[in-house]
Each structure stands twice: as structure tokens, then as C-alpha cells.
């Protein structure tokens, strides 16, 4: 009998893992495809959210100048300071609307002005310049003159009721290192390189790495202008190699899993079925996270190899248990070496860490947080990230370069890529990464916007800026827990989320008695 059970399982099981198997190798192949698919289409949204940026702040900045009735006069009678301090030249000085050229020019082109550059007879040229100034229409494309690409737009020059139009008023954005970095920003670091074309002929190519896998992905996406278009060419060797890892994997485990089924089955018909049965199902348990097991040992001596079993079951329901208690206190450990490393690093960091743990969980009480230990380390790690930041620039006296802010920025992306990788920290990672994001999206380093931030990133946010505030720094002293707050309400709508502003607001006085108590200690 127990042969035949053991044929008739054999025939179940064995052909059964096969066909898993099989159907594994075919999923995995079609939800590759898809998954590439879905990421061009993503990537190709980005891209789009790039453009689209460069040209809304191109808009606004014609619609603040162009659309103007002194603006138009001052133009006619070709008063080129008083344009260079309001129209023109204080764009590029100041390094307003993302914008790298400015051109103005009166109907009759008697009178031309233009800074970021000399392209005037190039790109009086290009037909869309004739439809800005004979049709009056403000018209934006792409553009490539004298060697230089971008993208562009042209508007006449009005009054302020968009009447009277006269002249050209034009601003170019171009894709220089500047934007490209931008563009890699935005696109993330899978970008390999891009290229150019103007009707099927590469105008320019710019390549990051070296792309040889056959697994890369190319984007092709039409731009603004006469047959432009741009070839966005992505790595994404390391996904794929991810995805066939976690396909073979699975076929590891289905066929270990169905050898361990047949041979447990054939086990449980030839030794004490009733009684394995029964520690199956606690095994099941244990698998589940409930080691708090007991079993009931037979008392015949004919069981002891049955009992011997379920003591090494419960046995390694303790062990595993006091395992995961003592990986979870080593990786409590780790977090604070990392944070005793990033304080000797940077001396401001020394207290602010702590600090700003404690004032996250005022608020988290609050609002009646549940996560607050995920909080509180999120809060304490989350300029982890400093620690790839030279010294001299986080203790450098005085304010920062905009290099150096620059260098600066990145480190909530720095923090999040220590710590990405380890379960422990997933809960919190978040928090690390976007504490610096906005409210109103303009915020860094993913432009997140509203509560696609995560809430424990906008907690760490306030608590964050309170602390700076009124922490003594190398250029100035630490201002008062009223100014503070002052700040905070201000900002509300912008740079925090409203409902926690009145949160904070709600327990201020805490905040105030703590920073009270650690006055003598700063």
C-alpha cells in the first residue's frame, strides 16, 4: 500500500513541478517584455515632465516680460538699460526661468538687444521667428543654431491687455551639461546617453557610459520644432540580470520544494501520520511568525523519535526567535555607529540628529502616529547621507557656494543608498531620502509633491527646520523658539503640509520646554 501511495504521489507531484516550472520560465519572459514596456512609457513620461518644465517657465518668464506695456515702449524708443534691468539682461545675470538666452528686437529689427549669447542672424532664419513676428503668435521649438541646441520660444512684444503687438521677444533654454545633469536628475541614472536628430540626421550625441549589453532600452520621443527628434538610450543590464536571478531562483525552489513535499509525504505514510500531522501544521505557524508554540509530547516510548522531532521543532522556534531579537538589536547598533560617524563628520550633526528625533515625536504623538520608533530612527538617520559630503564643506564657516549647496543636496540620495538595502531599515528609508521634498513639489531630490511625500519624510521636515533654526551655526546664532515658529506657520502650504503645521502648532509648548532644557547643553 504504501508503494502504491508512493507511485501515485510521484506521478502527482513530479509532472506537477515541471509544468510550474514551465509556466514560471513563460511568465517571467512575458512580464519581462511588459515591464520594459511599461518602463519606456514611464521614462517617456519623465521626459516629458522635463520639457514640459522648461517650456512653463519659458511661458512665464514672456508673459512676465513680453506682455507689457512699458516693456513695448521702452522697446520703441530702443532704451536698452532700462530693458536690461527689467526685460532682459537681469534674466541671465540673475539666473531666472531656467533660461540661457534672451533676445528683444523692435518690428523693424532697427533695434536689437540680446545676452546669453550673439545668435541674432541665425535665428532671425528659422520660420518660426517669421510666424512669432508677422503673425503674432507666440510659438515655442526646437532649436539648433550655430552649433548650439535647445529649446525655444518666441513671442511678439504687447501691451497689458495682449493688444498692440510689436517686435520679438525670444528666450532659448539649451542642452548644455547643466540640463543634462538635470536630465539625469530626473530620468535617474539608468540614462546611458542621448542623441539628437533633425529629419532622421544626428545633430549631436551625448553618451554617460559605454552601452555593449543587448538588454539596453532606446526611447525615441518627437520635440517641439521641424522633425526634431530625441533618442533616450537606458542600461537596464542590471533589472534584467535581476529579474532571470529571481526566475531561476524560483525554479530552484520549485523543484527543491517538490522533492521535499514527495519525500515529507512518503515519510508521513510510513512513520506516524497522525502525529507529523500535527507538527505540520505548528511548522506552518512557526513559518508564520508564531514561535510561542508548545506541543504535547506521547508518552509511549514507541514515539520518542516523534518527540525527538518536536523538540528540535521548538527548539528552532526559540532559536529563531532569539535570532531575529539579536539581528534586530545589531542593526539598532549599526544605526547608531552610522550616526557616530556622521556627527564626527559634521559638528552641527553632533546633537541635531537626536534633536530632531525628539521634536518628530512630539508631532508623531500628535497626530497620533502609530510608527514612532520607525520615526524616531528615521529622524536620527536622516542626514546619514553627510557622511559622502567632504568636511570642509559641511563645516565650513560662513554660507555655502551654490557648488557647494549643490553637494549638499545630495545627501538625503546618499542616505537612502546606505541604508536601501537592508530590510531592517525599509520602514524608514523614505523618511531619509525625501526629507527635503516640498509641499508645493519644489522641494529635492524628486520634486515630490503634496502627500506624494511620505508622511514620516513631511514629520522629519518640520522637526528638521525647527531644530536648524534655532540651533547656533557657523554664520549666525540660533534664533527663538516664537521665531521659529513664525517660520513654520509661514511656510505652510509651501514648504510644509498644513495639517501638520497646525499639528505642530497644537503642541508647540513641547517643543519650547525641550529646547528650553538643551540650551545649556548646545
Known amino acids: 500500500m504504501f508503494r502504491r501511495f508512493a507511485v501515485y504521489l510521484s506521478l502527482i507531484i513530479i509532472p506537477g513541478a515541471l509544468l510550474a516550472i514551465i509556466s514560471v520560465w513563460l511568465f517571467n519572459f512575458g512580464y519581462w517584455e511588459n515591464y520594459k514596456e511599461s518602463y519606456l512609457v514611464h521614462k517617456e513620461e519623465q521626459f516629458n515632465y522635463f520639457v514640459s518644465t522648461i517650456i512653463e517657465n519659458q511661458q512665464d518668464c514672456v508673459n512676465s516680460n513680453a506682455i507689457w506695456t512699458d516693456a513695448l515702449l521702452h522697446v520703441q524708443t530702443a532704451d536698452e538699460d532700462w530693458l536690461y534691468d527689467n526685460a532682459t539682461g537681469y534674466i541671465i545675470e540673475q539666473d531666472l526661468f531656467n533660461v540661457d538666452y534672451v533676445l528683444i528686437t523692435n518690428e523693424e529689427q532697427t533695434f536689437t538687444s540680446e545676452y546669453g549669447g550673439a545668435h541674432f542672424d541665425a535665428l532671425m532664419k528659422t520660420p518660426e521667428i517669421q510666424i512669432a513676428l508677422e503673425d503674432n503668435e507666440i510659438v515655442t521649438f526646437f532649436t539648433d543654431i550655430d552649433g548650439m541646441y535647445g529649446i525655444a520660444t518666441a513671442s511678439p512684444i504687447t501691451d497689458n491687455d495682449e493688444k498692440n503687438p510689436s517686435g520679438l521677444y525670444l528666450v532659448i533654454s539649451f542642452f548644455d551639461d547643466a540640463r543634462t545633469d538635470e536630465l539625469i536628475g530626473i530620468l535617474g541614472s539608468d540614462l546611458k546617453g542621448y542623441t539628437i536628430f533633425k529629419e532622421d540626421e544626428p545633430l549631436v550625441t551625448a553618451y554617460l557610459a559605454d552601452l555593449h549589453s543587448p538588454s539596453n532600452a532606446t526611447l525615441n520621443i518627437d520635440i517641439p520644432g521641424r522633425e526634431y527628434l530625441i533618442q533616450l538610450d537606458f542600461d537596464i543590464t542590471k533589472t534584467q540580470e535581476t529579474f532571470d536571478k529571481n526566475k531561476m531562483n524560483t525554479i530552484y525552489m520549485i523543484s527543491i520544494s517538490a522533492l521535499a513535499v514527495l519525500v515529507i509525504i512518503l515519510t508521513f505514510l510510513l512513520f506516524f501520520t497522525r502525529r507529523i500531522k ?114 570642509h564643506i559641511l563645516n565650513k564657516p560662513g554660507r555655502l557656494t551654490d557648488e557647494e549647496f549643490d553637494i549638499i543636496k545630495t545627501h538625503p540620495v546618499e542616505g537612502y543608498k546606505i541604508i536601501d538595502n537592508i530590510e531592517f531599515f525599509n520602514n524608514i528609508k523614505y523618511g531619509v531620502k525625501h526629507h527635503h521634498e516640498h509641499w508645493d513639489g519644489t522641494g529635492y531630490p524628486d520634486g515630490l509633491k503634496g502627500n506624494e511625500i511620505p508622511l514620516i519624510a513631511q514629520i522629519i521636515a518640520i522637526a528638521d527646520t525647527y531644530d536648524a533654526v534655532t540651533s547656533d551655526r557657523s554664520y549666525r546664532k540660533g534664533m527663538t523658539h516664537e521665531k521659529a515658529v513664525e517660520i513654520i506657520v509661514q511656510e505652510s502650504g509651501t514648504l510644509f503640509n498644513p495639517l501638520l503645521v497646525e499639528a505642530f502648532m497644537n503642541c508647540q509648548d513641547e517643543f519650547e520646554q525641550y529646547l528650553e532644557s538643551i540650551k545649556n547643553e548646545r
Open 278 to 391: 500535527d507538527i505540520t501544521t505548528n511548522v506552518i505557524k512557526i513559518s508564520e511568525g508564531d514561535y510561542d508554540l508548545k506541543y504535547s509530547l506521547h508518552k509511549n516510548k514507541a514515539f520518542n523519535e516523534m518527540n525527538l522531532l518536536a523538540n528540535a521543532v521548538y527548539k528552532m522556534s526559540d532559536d529563531i526567535k532569539k535570532h531575529i531579537s539579536t539581528i534586530n538589536m545589531h542593526y539598532v547598533e549599526m544605526a547608531d555607529v552610522i550616526i557616530s560617524a556622521v556627527e564626527a563628520n559634521d559638528k552641527y550633526t553632533s546633537r541635531h540628529n537626536i534633536e530632531v528625533g525628539i521634536y518628530a515625536q512630539i508631532i508623531a504623538k500628535q497626530i497620533k502616529y502609530q510608527e514612532i520608533d520607525n520615526l524616531f530612527y528615521a529622524a536620527k538617520l536622516h542626514d546619514i547621507g553627510k557622511i559622502s559630503i567632504p568636511s
